[in-house]
């Protein structure tokens, strides 16, 4: 089944539909959960109204952890089976989910300020946040700077499997140490602790951060294809124009 | 082995050779990597620590006390199993109050936390004020349950 997907011309065709679909899915949840996050839902008893940032924080930042395991899976698919279109989806990724964790860090520090007192804290949650975005330029610098494609890939998912070592740091850093950050309070064990009137903005706005992934991965795995058809055009009309091979 | 096996075997074996370096190292760093001291942490060390340190806790419940007209406070740090004195001069966070989690960063004086920062720790309960209220109404409320738990 997965290798019948593999030719890129017919990926490229069965994937077209879907960006207009999962784009207007993504418009419609964002203007549910933006209205539920910041019109139709409680202060809280604590943080008052600045708790309307986590709405867009926490799914931010969920997205950040997701990312980073799809990119890192993909790579891991594309070094050892070598299939065609894992490199595509692990480099389209990257840039997705290195913006999320860039909107999980600034909506942090901004909620921050107010609640904690402080922009920043080298806690461990902050500063393994901070490590998955390096990681993420990290991967996107290799693309960027290795010339040769399937050099690149190569090392690109070394570097992307290093790193999800970091993965279960970032998530289990609140519990393992001390952290001014504070533990999960829906993925956790006895359920989660927020109130259910503050569950549907988190979860609209979860959605409609991974439709918008959605249509913006099969958005940039086409173009990616595309650009690789039209440099393999080129090369094939100099062969015919000049006659010979170029190196 | 196939050159399939092999590639995963390599891929396999890097992360098991990072992870466990990273464990390693994570291990080895031990409490240096937490953010803060418990009282109980500190009551625990040989020695008291010199230079800057950060303390974490619930501000115990009737121990603040505000001094030189409101511009400095003095509060105790408490987790479960031991207290910690706390002199700070400065802006306090707007969810400082007694019950609170705080982390708050100075020098240990003879016992007592000389403290240049103070931060407030949020719990990772969220809830509206009418549920809190009507929690506390119904006796069900945990004072400094919500909150941090050491």
């Given at each position: 089944m997965v290798t019948e997907y593999a030719n890129p011309e017919k990926f490229s065709r069965l994937a077209r539909p879907f960006i207009p679909a999962l784009g207007a899915m993504s418009v419609l949840l964002f203007t549910a959960g933006l209205y539920y996050a910041l019109f139709n839902s409680p202060a809280d008893y604590q943080q008052g109204e600045t708790v309307?940032?986590?709405?867009?924080?926490?799914?931010?930042?969920?997205?950040?952890?997701?990312?980073?395991?799809?990119m890192a899976g993909a790579s891991a698919a594309g070094f050892i089976w070598k299939h065609p279109l894992a490199d595509v989806a692990a480099k389209a990724t990257a840039p997705i989910g290195a913006v999320f964790t860039a909107l999980a860090l600034v909506t942090g520090s901004l909620w921050g300020k107010p609640m904690w007192g402080t922009w920043w804290a080298w806690d461990a949650r902050l500063t393994s946040v901070l490590i998955l975005f390096f990681l993420y330029l990290g991967y996107i610098a290799i693309w960027e700077t290795v010339e040769e494609r399937a050099r690149a890939a190569r090392l690109a998912a070394i570097v992307a499997i290093v790193g999800a070592v970091n993965l279960p740091v970032v998530k289990f850093s609140v519990d393992w140490?001390?952290?001014?950050?504070q533990p999960a309070s829906v993925f956790r064990a006895g359920g989660p602790t927020i109130?259910?009137?503050?569950?549907?903005?988190?979860?609209?706005m979860a959605f409609a951060y991974m439709t918008t992934y959605g249509a913006l991965l099969l958005v940039s795995m086409r173009a990616e294809l595309a650009a690789r058809r039209l440099a393999r055009l080129e090369t094939l009309a100099t062969e015919k124009i000049s006659g010979v091979r170029p190196e | 082995m196939t050159r399939k096996q092999k590639r995963l075997a390599l891929l396999a074996g890097v992360f098991a050779v990072a992870a466990g370096g990273?464990?390693?190292?994570?291990?080895?760093?031990?409490?240096?990597v937490a953010y803060f001291y418990?009282?109980?942490?500190?009551?625990?060390?040989?020695?008291?620590?010199?230079?800057?340190?950060?303390?974490?806790?619930?501000?115990?419940?009737?121990?603040v006390e505000y001094a030189e007209g409101g511009a400095a406070v003095r509060f105790v740090v408490i987790d479960e199993f031991a207290r910690t004195p706390v002199f700070y001069r400065g802006p306090l966070p707007d969810l400082f109050r007694e019950g609170q989690g705080v982390v708050t960063?100075?020098?240990l004086v003879d016992g007592r936390l000389e403290a240049s920062e103070v931060l407030a720790k949020h719990d990772e309960t969220y809830m509206p004020k009418e549920v809190a209220d009507a929690l506390k109404e119904q006796g069900r409320w945990k004072e400094e349950g919500g909150a941090y738990k050491p």
């Amino acid at each position: 089944m997965v290798t019948e997907y593999a030719n890129p011309e017919k990926f490229s065709r069965l994937a077209r539909p879907f960006i207009p679909a999962l784009g207007a899915m993504s418009v419609l949840l964002f203007t549910a959960g933006l209205y539920y996050a910041l019109f139709n839902s409680p202060a809280d008893y604590q943080q008052g109204e600045t708790v309307r940032i986590m709405y867009v924080h926490v799914p931010a930042a969920w997205m950040a952890l997701f990312c980073y395991a799809a990119m890192a899976g993909a790579s891991a698919a594309g070094f050892i089976w070598k299939h065609p279109l894992a490199d595509v989806a692990a480099k389209a990724t990257a840039p997705i989910g290195a913006v999320f964790t860039a909107l999980a860090l600034v909506t942090g520090s901004l909620w921050g300020k107010p609640m904690w007192g402080t922009w920043w804290a080298w806690d461990a949650r902050l500063t393994s946040v901070l490590i998955l975005f390096f990681l993420y330029l990290g991967y996107i610098a290799i693309w960027e700077t290795v010339e040769e494609r399937a050099r690149a890939a190569r090392l690109a998912a070394i570097v992307a499997i290093v790193g999800a070592v970091n993965l279960p740091v970032v998530k289990f850093s609140v519990d393992w140490w001390n952290s001014l950050h504070q533990p999960a309070s829906v993925f956790r064990a006895g359920g989660p602790t927020i109130h259910e009137s503050m569950r549907p903005p988190l979860f609209f706005m979860a959605f409609a951060y991974m439709t918008t992934y959605g249509a913006l991965l099969l958005v940039s795995m086409r173009a990616e294809l595309a650009a690789r058809r039209l440099a393999r055009l080129e090369t094939l009309a100099t062969e015919k124009i000049s006659g010979v091979r170029p190196e | 082995m196939t050159r399939k096996q092999k590639r995963l075997a390599l891929l396999a074996g890097v992360f098991a050779v990072a992870a466990g370096g990273v464990a390693l190292v994570l291990t080895a760093l031990g409490q240096s990597v937490a953010y803060f001291y418990t009282p109980a942490d500190l009551s625990r060390l040989a020695a008291p620590p010199s230079g800057l340190i950060r303390l974490g806790g619930l501000v115990e419940a009737g121990s603040v006390e505000y001094a030189e007209g409101g511009a400095a406070v003095r509060f105790v740090v408490i987790d479960e199993f031991a207290r910690t004195p706390v002199f700070y001069r400065g802006p306090l966070p707007d969810l400082f109050r007694e019950g609170q989690g705080v982390v708050t960063q100075g020098r240990l004086v003879d016992g007592r936390l000389e403290a240049s920062e103070v931060l407030a720790k949020h719990d990772e309960t969220y809830m509206p004020k009418e549920v809190a209220d009507a929690l506390k109404e119904q006796g069900r409320w945990k004072e400094e349950g919500g909150a941090y738990k050491p």
